[in-house]
């Protein structure tokens, strides 16, 4: 059990930690999310005394490790930390890496040590990497090695800074199910993660950090679908979300594909999906609508996903006169599109956009429409777009 009481952490030009209070139980799998910048990585270290907590006072197990007679080296032993970098030693091979702090600290004969290293290689599927470097592994084998190298030192606690985020995204889901596996045995785990997801998926207990503190805590479901209090309100809108506007034909692509990955990343989205998420808005976007679109360019453009259908709805807006982009002559862009989607529903709105899509059911169109319309909230409402498009995709 972690019991932290009036926890604080002052740096000279912030104070991320104000006044922490809260207790970890045994068995805890704590998801800890939040915009960038409250604290998260803070909180964590504090916890293992990486980083000195400026007052408070923080118990392991009855332990007062803020106490200056506590003996450090025991309470890092007993809580490991896996980083977003790995922080493999490169000079030494797999299982070197692995038996390293076990014989040096705890004095573990080094055979002993070898068979216990290569026990836990096979539980993150790499027994066959023990004589390899870390230089000659993948990113995802990387991570999963630091964790086993976390898991020899037999920690009760396991705590993890962003461990998928320096991943390459085809190997996040590896290291995700490494850390799946080691919470349904009962490990206390406390990780900090922008992957939603997974945080949500993975947690019993979900911290939203904030205003110098947790700001608001639940089960997942209570944080995902039911957040009480603003901030809570307005981060988790943003995951689901994704909204951006084009006043230009030479507007940011590569930064616009860049945000739409990460939109797939939070949500979970699978690689493809996020490829055909990307596809649709490259080809019925910007190669068919944005090509037809006059002198004023004005687009919106909104994905929402939908993590119990596990489906993303994009919507694209424009103005002008009516345009179905599934008149366009681009008949390769067409094709390309609509591989990629569900499908693909055009309708034209009244001038009022706002309203005409609220009112949706009284469009000529709507008849057609499959998904419901967007919710009246978005940033557009003062522009007079007058043409939609819904596009779903899985
Ligand atoms: N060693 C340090 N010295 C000075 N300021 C620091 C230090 N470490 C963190 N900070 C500041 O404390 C605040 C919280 O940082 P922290 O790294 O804990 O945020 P975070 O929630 O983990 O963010 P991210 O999601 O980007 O990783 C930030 O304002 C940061 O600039
Ligand atoms: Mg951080």
Known sequence: MIRIEHLRKEYANATPLQDVNVTINDGDVISVIGPSGTGKSTFIRCL????????????????????????????????????????LFNHMNVIGNIIAAPVDLLKIPKAEAY????????????????????????????????????????????????????????????????????????????????EMRFAREIANRVFFMDEGGIYEEGTPDEIFQNPKREKTIAFI?????????????????IGLNTGLEEFGRRNGMSQKAIYRLQSVFEELGV??????????????????YSQTEERATMRIKYGGDPFDPKDSDNILSLKLAENASESIVYERLAPAADEALTTAAKTPAAEALTTAPAPAETSAAEIPFTNLVTITIK
């Open 48 to 87: 293992n005394l990486l980083e000195t907590p400026t007052s408070g006072n923080i118990w392991v197990d009855g332990v007062c490790i803020t106490d200056k007679k506590c003996d450090i080296n025991k309470v890092r032993q007993k809580m490991g930390m896996v980083f977003q970098s790995f922080n």
């Open 115 to 194: 068979e216990e290293g290569m026990r836990l290689l096979r539980t993150v599927g790499l027994a066959d990497k023990a004589q390899n470097f870390p230089e000659e592994l993948s990113g995802g084998q990387k991570q999963r090695v630091a964790i086993a190298r976390t898991l020899a030192m037999k920690p009760n606690i396991i705590l993890f800074d962003e461990p998928t985020s320096a991943l390459d995204p085809t190997m996040v889901g590896e290291v995700q199910a490494v850390i799946r596996d080691l919470a349904s045995q009962g490990l206390t785990m406390i990780i900090v993660t922008h």
């Open 237 to 253: 809108r943003h995951i689901n979300t994704f909204t951006t506007e084009i006043l230009s034909r030479d507007f940011d692509f």
């Open 287 to 304: 190669q068919i609508i944005l090509s037809a679109l006059g002198e004023n360019v004005k687009m919106n453009l909104s994905v929402d």
